[in-house]
């Protein structure tokens, strides 16, 4: 580490907190975000998956390279708001009518938080659900526990928790103030499985300290670690910089925006693991390309290998000499 980053956690909290740019202004009434996308389930079958992003209380965690709390409001949302926000996201384009049958709901933080979502909601927020076989919604691994069997319970359909496992290695866990263990990770999706509730995992591409050259082994083995864990599914995050710590990172030369071509050899060789779906993320993967003569055709085999879980051939670009 080159930069005055903190040893302990206490100390990154607040050296990460200080460095944040403002937050976004986000209603207590209405979803903050909401769309469509097509995803292979389990099985296979390709699926219209419906997402919200619900508004709720920021996140009780600081990771070092999250910006999920922009979007957060500062206090709890009141009892009924998350139902508000589902029903009336549901209700509207592009949701309304789109024949989801599965659904995402997102909330910046952990689903099982009692102060972002309010375990009295369940029962209604089940009852929205009740159109859709498949529900997803993201935790923390030490917040999972006996809400999630609770809220599988009363649902018509599955449920499936989505869990930051970020990276296989507990001294690197630490240094990103994730606050997990590779051992509480394991635990919490040992509990989801005995639940018969099934698990996916984030996994990061590049973070803080991972040098460019050791980035994908070290996400093809995270991915291999969630799926000996259980998870039917990894979505592989290239690590963006905007939330202001990984800004100074960056100027200190212990972080680096990954290249595509380090998520596209991440993705092939965790989709060779054969261990359960993989999926890339590809919201905005545009600041990761370097050449505009081939971006298109890589973000287009991107999305084709998300729907169709193959490798495909690699994009050959003479402009940058990609796959020569
Ligand atoms: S647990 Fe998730 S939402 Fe919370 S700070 Fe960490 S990455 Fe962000
Ligand atoms: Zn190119």
């Not at 500062?74 to 009336?88: E, K, L, P």
């Not at 779906?277 to 390309?289: C, E, I, M, N, P």
Request: glycine fraction near 8%; aromatic fraction near 6%.
């Amino acid at each position: 580490m080159n930069s005055p980053y903190p040893a302990t956690s206490a100390a990154r909290d607040a050296w990460i907190l200080a460095r944040r740019p403002e937050r976004n202004a986000v209603s207590h009434d209405a979803a903050y975000g909401a769309f469509i996308e097509l995803e292979p389930d389990a099985a296979g079958v390709v699926r219209t998956v419906a997402t919200v992003l619900l508004s709720s209380r920021e996140c009780p965690y600081r990771c070092l390279m999250c910006d999920l709390w922009k979007n957060t409001t500062g206090a709890s949302v009141a009892s009924g708001a998350v139902v508000r926000q589902i029903s009336a996201a549901l209700g509207t384009p592009p949701l309304a009518a789109a024949g989801a049958t599965t659904i995402k709901l997102y909330n910046s933080g952990s689903f099982f938080d009692s102060g972002a979502v309010p375990p009295d909601d369940y029962g209604a927020i089940a009852a929205l659900l009740a159109p859709f076989d498949n529900a997803i919604v993201e935790c923390h691994p030490t917040l999972v526990g006996p809400q999630a069997p609770r809220l599988a319970a009363m649902m018509r359909g599955s449920l499936e928790v989505a869990m930051g496992l970020e990276v296989a290695d507990d001294a690197l866990l630490g240094a990103l103030n994730k606050r997990l263990t590779l051992a509480m990770y394991a635990r919490a999706a040992a509990f989801l499985g005995a639940a018969g509730i099934a698990h996916r995992a984030f996994v990061l591409v590049q973070p803080p300290f991972v040098r460019p050259e050791a980035a994908a082994e070290l996400a093809v083995r995270t991915a291999s670690f969630a799926f000996e864990h259980g998870a039917s599914a990894v979505s592989l995050i290239p690590v963006r910089p905007g939330n202001g710590a990984l800004e100074e990172l960056m100027s200190s030369g212990d972080f680096s925006r990954p290249d595509l071509a380090t998520l596209e050899r991440t993705h092939e060789a965790a989709l060779a693991l054969t261990g359960g779906r993989v999926f890339a993320d590809t919201w905005d993967l545009g600041q990761f390309s370097a050449c505009a003569s081939c971006f298109t055709r890589r973000a287009g085999r991107m999305h084709e290998m998300n729907l169709t879980q193959r490798a495909l051939p690699r994009v050959a670009c003479a402009a940058c000499g990609n796959n020569p």
